[in-house]
């Protein structure tokens, strides 16, 4: 009888020790949503009064700063073109390097059934094109 007031007991201060647990999580939860909201509504309402202070300024501007803002936005577009252009180069090579060194990259297997397919393929149309000249020849040949 004693065991089972300490299994109970035990089993009571689990439930009170998850339930506890499940309250501290539901609060902090609250909290940080709590902030996060209070925050975003001070962000919304300092974007509002900076828009309003900055709207005169850019009707006075806008003649100069739409087209340095295109020119920006060709600028940042190039240089990110230009890196990621040097990038892929840079792991192609990368990629050449370890196939033409034996080290068997992603993608060699492929690569080598595309050799094995185009070779075999131009060993068929030599043999077509030849075949075609003999033919060529001996129907001149008869022919003369």
């Known amino acids: 009888m004693a065991e089972y ?11 009170y020790q998850q339930k506890s647990y499940q309250m501290v999580k539901a609060a902090t939860a609250a909290t940080a949503g709590g902030s996060m909201l209070v925050l975003s509504g001070l962000v919304l309402t300092g974007t509002v009064i900076a828009l309003t202070i ?4 850019l009707v006075i501007f806008s003649p100069v700063l739409i087209p340095a803002a295109i020119a920006v936005v060709l600028l940042i577009g190039g240089f990110l073109a230009s890196g ?11 990629w050449i390097y370890g196939y033409v060194t034996g080290k068997h990259p992603p993608g060699a297997d492929q690569l080598e059934q595309a050799r094995m ?16 000249g003999q033919q060529h020849l001996s129907s001149t040949q008869q022919s003369s």
């Open 54 to 57: 900055a709207t005169p300024l």
């Open 84 to 94: 990621g252009f040097g990038i892929a180069a840079l792991s192609v090579l990368s």
């Open 117 to 132: 397919k185009l070779a075999s393929k131009a060993r068929e149309m030599k043999d077509k094109a030849e075949q075609f």
């Open 5 to 15: 007031g300490q299994q109970y007991g035990g089993l009571q201060q689990q439930q």
